[in-house]
């Protein structure tokens, strides 16, 4: 039987705070741009990741990769750093970059791919809010 290839997707929520505001913008630029994600003292939301791993289902094991692994990976990269944080001010990341959820799943990404083995990672998406929703591949 030739070679399959299979996709795995780990779930995983967390909570945080976060204020939308650039440093390469003025406050009445950030006040238009971002509105009510302006807010000074910042607003909440409770995020929910989707981690998902492409490879070759192994013909011992019939898995891509063991989600009780993935499980871990996603507890150093995400759970760690993210859960329960003001992600502006306790991620060292976010002290320079716009925490939107666009930049959040690079984050994700660059943390993930430093634990998974190396072509495996194959996309991160992330809903900031039931309706708001983002994708990133790496690229
Ligand atoms: N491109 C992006 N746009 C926005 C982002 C983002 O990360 N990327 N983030 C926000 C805010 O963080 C904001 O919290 C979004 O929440 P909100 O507008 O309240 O969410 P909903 O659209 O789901 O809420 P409803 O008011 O119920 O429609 C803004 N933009
Ligand atoms: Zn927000």
Redesign the pocket.
Same mark, same amino acid.
């Given at each position: 039987m030739s070679e399959r290839i299979g996709f795995i997707t780990r779930v995983q929520s967390f909570s945080a705070c !976060?204020r939308?505001h650039s440093k390469s913008l003025s406050d009445e630029e950030n006040k238009r741009i971002?509105g009510k994600?302006n807010n000074p003292n910042g !607003?909440g !939301?409770n995020y929910t990741v989707e981690v998902t791993v492409r490879g070759k289902i192994d013909r011992n094991t019939g898995m891509v990769m063991n989600l009780t692994d993935l499980k871990e990976y996603i507890e150093e990269a995400i759970m760690k750093p993210l859960d329960h944080k003001n992600l502006d001010l306790d991620v060292p990341y976010f002290a320079d970059v716009v925490s *939107?959820? =666009?930049n959040l799943s690079v984050f994700i990404w660059d943390s993930m791919v430093k634990l998974l083995p190396p072509g495996s990672l194959y996309e991160i998406k992330i809903y =900031? *809010?039931?309706?708001?929703i983002?994708v990133y591949r790496g690229e």
């Open positions: !976060h939308l971002f994600c !607003h !939301h *939107t959820t =666009e =900031e *809010t039931d309706k708001n983002v």
